[in-house]
């Protein structure tokens, strides 16, 4: 059962990872490669390159911080959630009798 909870939670976390990754890391990827391309430029005045590194960095440190948010929130709900199902299942054990049973809502908890 417990491997049953391991392996979803790592299917969940892989999802929104790829999920970061379509929305928000290629994006950036792109702009990285864009930025790159400033540097190629010898003509460039020393006021050029500067102007292309504040005009770079201001979007990457907004990419960077929305990503960690998400990752941040999306942790927060993860860890609420299995609290919650523990939680659950803790309190429908009166006995050994039930043990089955508790088992059971565990499992209907994960996979839901």
Not at 46 to 55: A, D, F, L, P, S
Not at 86 to 95: E, L, Q, V, W, Y
Request: contains cysteine; charged residues 25%.
């Amino acid at each position: 059962m417990v491997e049953l909870q391991q392996f979803r939670v790592q299917e969940v976390v892989a999802s929104m990872v790829k999920g970061l990754e379509k929305e928000n890391i290629w994006k950036m990827q792109d702009l990285m490669c864009w930025c790159a391309s400033i540097w190629e430029d010898s003509q460039a005045t020393m006021q050029q390159v500067h102007q292309g590194i504040e005009c770079c960095h201001k979007p990457l440190a907004q990419g960077q911080a929305l990503v960690s948010s998400k990752l941040e929130k999306f942790q927060d709900r993860l860890a609420w959630y299995m609290m919650h199902c523990n939680d659950k299942a803790k309190g429908s054990i009166d006995g050994w009798s039930k043990e089955l049973q508790v088992k059971q809502q565990l499992k209907s908890s994960v996979t839901t």
